[in-house]
């Protein structure tokens, strides 16, 4: 796989390349850029049919083909400039560079709109040897790209109905916030976006730009502050409760969980097709990845095995793999929530 200085090193040898052609072909002598050309989705013989899907409907499918996008570049010209063959002869040593230089980024780039690559975006912890020392700053992630990513995906926590205050357990699922709720002794379930809790309260890693929180949350995000603005040493800790079938879909599969994280699922050769290109989707429920997967496997014609390949990761594993860019493709996952806590989630924070 092409890694970032690959690609820097590419680059920097193009510029040099252009350099020499411009001594070489004069002063009078020139390249121009034309603008990019877009080919249209439709136009291209080879699509792919992907299923799309809404973060609020998630499985509703769709088919959409996927185009590609290309530069040029075209000698300026000059009646004044050197004979026929000297500019013949300097285009021809671009063009091959050219070839020999971008194909590969070209055909990789080709290659990662495939499910099947796509795949291999996500961190599972038996990666093959390939991946396990790549890292690109091109295919890192910034904050605000994740936080968008988890924007999409429902919290529910627990209120004190007199102190007005947050209890530290964060639940993934809403029918597990009521039991809980339940259990305890004046609590009411709230609902948020997994946004406003990551990296703020789980990781206390303080608040970006973001739309406000909760009033909860926000007392709570002050509380683990000093006077100063200083994260306290002994600070309340939040922590993130799956959901009880999740935990036990992810003992099923081997993934040994850390006492703060999330099981997330993601079934081979299935991505959802949307504006941005394909898209991998880590449900966090095992059981969304297999009915989405078999929704896909109808709709092909059976072309698909008839069993799908479920592979486990965590959150903290993607979160940090969307961070340091240890996997190509990773800027095509996306989370999916179950459908019932995204519903539950929509209704608590419309009241």
Known sequence: LPTHDMR???????????????????????????PRHVVAPGSMHHATDLPSASPLSPFI?????????????????????????TKLALAGVLVVFLLTSLLPFLSQMQADNGPANLSGAVATRDAPDAYKNYESSFDRLSRAKIQ??????????????????MAPEIYASYEDAVDAAKAGDGFVVKATTLNQVMYTLVLKRGRMLMPPPPSEIAKAEEALRGDDGAPLADGENYILI??????????????KLDANDLPLFVADRLAFASSGGAQVPLFFE??????????LQQQSGSK????PKIRATSLLDELNSMEKGTRPGVKQLEFYAAADDLMRADALMGN
Do not use: C, W
Not at 8 to 30: D, E, Y
């Open 61 to 85: 499918a769709t088919s959409a083909g996927i185009g590609t996008s290309t530069s040029a570049l075209r000698m300026a010209s000059d009646d004044e400039g050197g004979g026929i063959l």
């Open 8 to 34: 820097q090193s590419t680059m920097m040898a193009f510029k040099v390349v252009i350099a020499a052609l411009l001594a070489a072909a004069g002063p009078s002598h020139g390249f121009a850029i034309p």
């Open 304 to 307: 698909l095995p008839a069993e």
């Open 148 to 165: 968008e990513k988890l924007s999409r995906v429902p919290a529910f926590y627990l209120v004190n109905k007199v102190t007005g205050r």
């Open 242 to 255: 799956p959901s009880a079938q999740a935990r036990k879909s992810a003992a099923e599969v081997g993934l």
């Open 286 to 295: 095992k059981e969304d990845a297999i009915v989405s997967y078999q929704r």
